[in-house]
Each structure stands twice: as structure tokens, then as C-alpha cells.
């Protein structure tokens, strides 16, 4: 009887987590920068960072290149990735530079 209900408790915890993706497949989050900081919304969670609570951000590529992301480093806690950004990996370091340095 114990097993039946493991069985049922992980049929619904792999069913969660399947629907979650399913969610982040039909819609995307999206990253958004501006003069106050950087803001991310995921849908099922939105969070922002300040600027002046922000150390620093990295791009980092995978060996061939084909694979980017963008790690942001709070001045509180670990660091974060950055999910939803459209442009090209260059274009969106230069882009949070130039929010930084206004």
C-alpha cells in the first residue's frame, strides 16, 4: 500500500514539474533593463535588482560559442541567471553597461 502512494506522489511532483515547463515553453519570461535596474519575470515569479545592488553581470559562452547566458551577481546572496533576453549576448552586455554607467 506504501508503494501505491509513493507511486502516486511521484506521478503528481513529475506531473508539476512537467506542467511548469510546458509553461515556459508556450510563454517565455522576459528580462527587462532599464535607468532603476534589471527586472525579470518569469511568470511564475518576478523578481528586480537595483542597480546599486548589483556587483556586477557576466555573459559566458560555451566552447563553441553556441550557448550563451547571462549571470547577474547580487551584492546579497549567490549569483543569478538571467532568463528571457532576445538580443545577441554582446549586444546585452553593452546594453547593461550602459545602464550602469548613467
Do not use: H
Amino acid at each position: 500500500m506504501k508503494a501505491v502512494g509513493a507511486m502516486y506522489l511521484g506521478i503528481a511532483f513529475f506531473g508539476v514539474l512537467g506542467l511548469r515547463y510546458l509553461w515556459t515553453a508556450c510563454r517565455p519570461g522576459t528580462l527587462t533593463i532599464d535607468d532603476e535596474g534589471i527586472a525579470q519575470n518569469l511568470g511564475w515569479r518576478r523578481l528586480r535588482w537595483a542597480w546599486k545592488y548589483i556587483d556586477r553581470t557576466e555573459v559566458i559562452r560555451t566552447a563553441g560559442g553556441l550557448v550563451s547566458a547571462c549571470l547577474l551577481y547580487p551584492r546579497l546572496g549567490g549569483r543569478v541567471r538571467l532568463f528571457g533576453w532576445e538580443l545577441p549576448a554582446d549586444e546585452l552586455q553593452r546594453k547593461i553597461e550602459q545602464y550602469r554607467s548613467v
